[in-house]
């Protein structure tokens, strides 16, 4: 079975992958029957569209496959003798193989999967295929999925509560779903979140937002210590959500200034034009090869981190930090 997942909101496509892998593969075997790649080249690729389960039960491969589709550092393309074979290896798959397809698109991008590509229609036509893109602060769907997600933790959230929670965190769903689990430990035996709890329970992005300027300084001391600092009350992976998306703004302003006004950039982003002519100031000085490496090196700690290349997780936080 084949699947071909993309989009800006990471953390539905994570979920979906759980989901997943828990309906195809068999607990015992899988240590050995779940698999990742990082966009694997030709020969790589074919070789995981042929593999056979070692042991018994369904085999669940994930293969990032952000490198086929975008214009980026390492871009790999199939020309069409690969991707006939790449096609021909799909219809013969091994009922045992599920495989999905991963292009995560970064947050706050107006960047899209260009569907004339070969591979695109390919993927389109054999696998079950879903976008994921990013909600916006404005969408009823985001609110839809905050009292979806609230309801399955078995505590309440009334519209006006949802808005203020929006308002308070943004629109990251991890970082919301993290603060909705603290939430309910923080309220229990009370089901019913109010404003109050909000505020006393749930932290803004503000410090984030120092640790932002840190980064974007080149302060790296104090970046650390303000790292470890945010990681004694929030998850790493909610600061390093929250940094991506920073950055991946940062860059499409810094980008956009060339040819829109304040006005224009904060329409786009849906930001009032104060906070817009902050940002521009801020980044009047840094130059865009910067904010690039920055944003890659978050990237790779990411990476790092889900695939569990080191042991203690906020390291690769603390080396792009540092980097």
């Known amino acids: 079975m084949l699947y071909f997942f993309y989009g800006q909101e990471e953390f539905l496509i994570e979920l979906e992958l759980q989901k997943l892998k828990s309906k195809v593969v068999d607990k015992a075997f899988a240590a050995t029957n779940c698999r990742m790649y990082d966009n694997p080249k030709f020969q790589e690729l074919v070789d995981i569209l042929r593999t056979p389960s070692l042991m018994f039960g369904n085999v ?52 899209k999967i260009d569907t004339r590509r070969k591979l695109y229609k390919i993927l389109d036509k054999y696998a079950q295929s879903k ?25 309440f959230l009334s519209s006006d509560v949802t808005q ?5 965190l943004g629109t990251n769903l991890r970082v919301i779903n993290n603060e909705l689990d603290k939430l309910k430990l923080a309220i229990y035996p009370v089901k019913a979140v109010k404003k109050e709890d909000i ?16 980064i974007l300084n080149g302060e790296k001391d104090k970046a650390i210590l303000e790292f470890q600092k945010l990681c004694t009350n ?6 390093l959500a929250v940094l991506q998306t920073n950055f991946s703004r940062f860059a499409s302003i810094k980008v956009d200034s060339v040819n829109k006004t304040p006005m224009e950039i904060a329409s786009k982003h849906h930001l009032s034009e104060f906070i817009v002519k902050k940002q521009l100031e801020k980044l009047k000085k840094i130059q865009m090869d910067r904010i690039t490496e920055i944003r890659k090196n978050l990237m790779e700690a990411e990476y790092r981190v889900k695939t569990g290349e080191m042991a203690f997780y906020e ?3 603390e080396l792009a930090l540092l980097s």
């Open 60 to 111: 669940f491969a994930v293969i990032n496959c952000k490198k086929y589709f975008f214009d980026i550092k390492g871009k790999i393309n199939f020309d069409d003798k690969e991707l006939k074979e790449i096609e021909a290896c799909i219809q013969t798959m091994p009922e045992t193989l599920h495989i999905a397809f991963v292009c995560e698109i970064d947050r706050d991008s107006t960047k």
């Open 131 to 155: 976008e994921f893109p990013e909600f916006k602060s404005y969408q009823k769907e985001l609110a839809s999925w905050i009292q979806k997600q609230s309801k399955s933790k078995d505590i």
């Open 164 to 168: 203020f929670l929006i308002e308070r």
């Open 199 to 214: 505020k006393n329970v749930c932290n803004s992005s503000e410090d984030i937002f120092v640790l932002t300027d840190y």
């Open 234 to 239: 929030k998850h790493y992976l909610e600061i």
């Open 315 to 317: 390291l690769p936080v």
